[in-house]
């Protein structure tokens, strides 16, 4: 194992974290979430060495022409890369979209789609150049926005008040759109159904919007599991999977936290699950990464008491026992997964205190082929643009 020492961090997105689309063509770079949850870098990478492009290319103390709102200490990436390889930074806090020609690190444009309150935006999902989804994840709104990227205009909503499976609980359960994914010419969301202390949930589901009607035409439910997050598709986008924790603080969590595989060439789709059990404890409904129906990996979150630190864990849908890859340096410091589908190979951050660092592993063996060190602002989430 080789180690490279860098002067500034290297990161993952988040997508949240997730396998390289299909379709879409090879990436242009990767680019890295460095935060202490206060402020943010955003440095590049090359998306085949991991080697940093560009130091720096935005950080909350760039004030370039074109930005307004400043980064805050909460800025996550798409799930897929956008048209043209533009790279756009979603800033939870603000609720603000911020474009970037990742070529020159200028910012080209902003929109705030918070309509005047907080509406926790999750994702963007660009269906063409002059359209894509903005997953608003707050109770307030709870609903799937659409956008002009192009002109950064707001264009429309698409209210999913209606898709709550128990309106009547004894909370509030709203539904919350997570993470999504452009498959097939269709929009596939994970939508959570929370209440506003998230403290109680009902059981999860997947909703299909088609971009030509911008309407739910279909929903795929996963009645034994809740709260799930990231989105991955296999190349051939026949399948898709979403990875699910549960409800936090819930003494069931163990039992509704997993990982679905959803059969898209049956009718309707056949969800199956891999459940949390044997991995011994809830997973991470953010970390997700799959290669093949034989070859997926999640991460299981630590804990601080007792001291737990995180863990990447390998599994398939198959049926095999899932297996351990490696510890974290603590509870938390793992950030998003993606993967090199064609190259078998995937990339995680450690934001440890202490020699923060890139993981480059081989999928194929489970073995670690090179460690990225950084400095700087800890990685929290990777993505390719």
Same mark, same amino acid.
């Given at each position: 194992?080789?180690?490279?020492?860098?002067?500034?961090?290297?990161?993952?997105?988040?997508?949240?974290?997730?396998?390289?689309?299909?379709?879409?063509?090879?990436?242009?770079?990767?680019?890295?979430?460095?935060?202490?949850?206060?402020?943010?870098? +955003?440095?590049?990478?090359?998306?085949?060495?991991?080697?940093?492009?560009?130091?720096? =290319?935005?950080?909350?103390?760039?004030?370039?022409?074109?930005?307004?709102?400043?980064?805050?200490?909460? +800025?996550?990436?798409?799930?897929?890369?956008?048209?043209?390889? @533009?790279?756009?930074?979603?800033?939870? %806090?603000?609720?603000?979209? %911020?474009?970037?020609?990742?070529?020159? =690190?200028?910012?080209?444009?902003?929109?705030?789609?918070?309509?005047?309150?907080?509406?926790?935006?999750?994702?963007?999902?660009?269906?063409?150049?002059?359209?894509?989804?903005?997953? $608003?994840?707050?109770?307030?709104?709870?609903?799937?926005?659409?956008?002009?990227?192009? !002109?950064?205009?707001?264009?429309?909503?698409?209210?999913?008040?209606?898709?709550?499976?128990?309106?009547?609980?004894?909370?509030?359960?709203?539904?919350?759109?997570?993470? !999504?994914?452009?498959?097939?010419? $269709?929009?596939?969301?994970?939508?959570? @159904?929370?209440?506003? /202390?998230?403290?109680?949930?009902?059981?999860?589901?997947?909703?299909?919007?088609?971009?030509?009607?911008?309407?739910?035409?279909?929903?795929?439910?996963?009645?034994?599991?809740?709260?799930?997050?990231?989105?991955?598709?296999?190349?051939?986008?026949?399948?898709?999977?979403?990875?699910?924790?549960?409800?936090?603080? /819930?003494?069931?969590?163990?039992?509704?936290?997993?990982?679905?595989?959803?059969?898209?060439? !049956?009718?309707?789709?056949?969800?199956?699950?891999?459940?949390?059990?044997?991995?011994?404890?809830?997973?991470?409904?953010?970390?997700?990464?799959?290669?093949?129906?034989?070859?997926?990996?999640?991460?299981?979150?630590?804990?601080?008491?007792?001291?737990?630190?995180? !863990?990447?864990?390998?599994? /398939?849908?198959?049926?095999?026992?899932?297996?351990?890859?490696?510890?974290?340096?603590?509870?938390?410091?793992?950030?998003?997964?993606?993967?090199?589908?064609?190259?078998?190979?995937?990339?995680?951050?450690? &934001?440890?205190?202490?020699?923060?660092?890139?993981?480059?592993?081989? &999928?194929? %063996?489970? %073995?670690? @082929?090179?460690? +990225? @060190?950084?400095?700087?602002?800890?990685? $929290?989430?990777?993505?390719?643009?």
């Amino acid at each position: 194992m080789r180690s490279v020492s860098l002067c500034i961090l290297l990161a993952l997105v988040a997508g949240c974290g997730d396998t390289a689309p299909s379709g879409g063509g090879l990436p242009a770079g990767i680019a890295v979430i460095g935060s202490d949850y206060k402020s943010t870098s +955003v440095p590049l990478a090359d998306p085949t060495t991991g080697v940093i492009t560009r130091d720096g =290319c935005l950080t909350s103390g760039s004030m370039p022409p074109g930005l307004t709102a400043a980064l805050s200490g909460d +800025v996550v990436l798409p799930s897929q890369p956008q048209p043209g390889h @533009e790279l756009v930074l979603i800033d939870r %806090t603000n609720a603000t979209l %911020t474009w970037v020609d990742p070529r020159s =690190c200028t910012v080209v444009r902003q929109l705030n789609v918070g309509e005047g309150t907080a509406t926790n935006p999750h994702d963007v999902v660009a269906v063409s150049a002059h359209k894509a989804y903005v997953t $608003r994840y707050a109770p307030a709104t709870s609903d799937l926005l659409i956008i002009d990227p192009t !002109a950064a205009t707001i264009t429309g909503h698409i209210d999913l008040a209606s898709y709550s499976s128990q309106p009547d609980a004894a909370k509030a359960i709203h539904p919350m759109p997570d993470r !999504a994914l452009l498959v097939g010419g $269709r929009v596939y969301l994970s939508l959570n @159904e929370l209440s506003d /202390d998230f403290m109680a949930g009902g059981p999860a589901r997947l909703l299909v919007v088609d971009p030509a009607s911008d309407k739910v035409v279909d929903t795929v439910d996963l009645p034994t599991l809740q709260n799930c997050g990231s989105l991955a598709a296999l190349e051939n986008a026949h399948a898709l999977a979403v990875t699910c924790s549960g409800v936090f603080g /819930d003494s069931a969590q163990l039992e509704t936290s997993g990982v679905a595989w959803i059969d898209l060439t !049956a009718a309707p789709p056949a969800p199956s699950v891999v459940p949390a059990a044997p991995f011994g404890a809830p997973l991470s409904n953010g970390h997700l990464a799959v290669l093949a129906d034989d070859l997926a990996f999640t991460v299981v979150p630590g804990s601080f008491m007792p001291a737990r630190p995180d !863990a990447l864990w390998a599994f /398939d849908f198959k049926g095999g026992a899932p297996r351990k890859v490696l510890d974290g340096s603590g509870a938390f410091t793992l950030s998003s997964l993606i993967a090199d589908v064609a190259a078998k190979k995937l990339f995680i951050g450690d &934001a440890a205190d202490q020699g923060a660092r890139i993981l480059v592993i081989d &999928a194929v %063996t489970s %073995t670690v @082929e090179s460690t +990225v @060190e950084v400095t700087g602002l800890p990685p $929290r989430a990777l993505a390719f643009y």
